[in-house]
């Protein structure tokens, strides 16, 4: 496989090389969760959280089991969970197994800027959810603060440009927890006539 720092510029952020990096599995990532289930309708919200819960699961055990302790973000499938509860939903079946072959430089770093970035997208989420679920559905792992405040404590380390080895094992990292996730959204069934 050809190296992916070919065309990087060594003055770049490292979160910049990233964004680049993954955008288009990101696009891709957005829409096949908008298809798999979206947050139109409550059923709609307990199958995205469904989803969040199945995909995050392996990947926390990753952390567990392979980042050092201020590269591990914060875990949430307890939030996801207590969220399914609290609307009647049953935990869903994890994922397949997260793995990236012998742990290498870069790899804690690219799975935890990927993990802790998704809380932006999740603020925004948030945001949509209120509205719509008119303020009462749950939110523990939307609205999770102390992911945001991991985020917040990475950002130091992400916006200043890596070595390359570092760069490379952290794009290789983000590309692949962006490929486990995209497979368990494509995964998913979509129920027709879900109640709303
Ligand atoms: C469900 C559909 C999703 C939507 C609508 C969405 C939306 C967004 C938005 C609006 C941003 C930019 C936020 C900002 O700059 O303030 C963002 C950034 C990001 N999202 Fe998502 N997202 C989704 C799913 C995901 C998932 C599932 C992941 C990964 C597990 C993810 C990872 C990221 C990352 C890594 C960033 C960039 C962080 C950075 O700026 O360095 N997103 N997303």
Redesign the pocket.
């Known amino acids: 496989m050809a190296p992916v720092m070919d065309n990087a510029d060594p003055r770049e952020s490292l ?1 910049a090389h ?2 680049t990096a ?1 955008m288009a599995a ?1 696009d891709l ?2 829409h096949a ?2 298809a798999a289930s979206g947050w139109q309708t409550r059923a709609d919200y307990a199958r ?1 959280l469904a989803l ?1 819960h199945a ?1 995050r699961a392996p990947l926390e055990a990753w952390i567990g089991a392979h980042a050092p302790r201020g590269l591990a973000p914060p875990p949430q499938s307890g939030l996801i969970a207590r969220d399914l509860a609290a609307l009647d939903c049953a935990l869903p079946a994890p994922a397949p197994l997260f793995t990236l072959g012998r742990t290498g430089a870069g790899h804690a770093l690219g799975t935890a ?3 802790a ?2 809380a ?2 999740n ?3 948030a945001k949509q959810v209120a509205r719509i679920g008119g303020g009462t559905w749950p939110v523990a792992f939307l609205d999770d603060g102390a992911m945001m405040t991991f985020w917040q404590g990475l950002r130091e380390r ?1 916006e200043r440009p890596a070595g390359i080895e570092e760069a490379e094992g952290a794009t290789r990292a ?1 590309e692949a ?2 490929a486990h ?1 995209l497979a368990v959204a494509e995964g998913a069934q979509v129920p027709e006539g879900a109640a709303s």
């Open positions: 979160r990233l964004r993954t990101h990532l957005d969760m908008q995205f969040q995909a800027w990927v993990l970035g998704s932006l997208g603020r925004a989420i992400v983000a927890v962006f996730f």
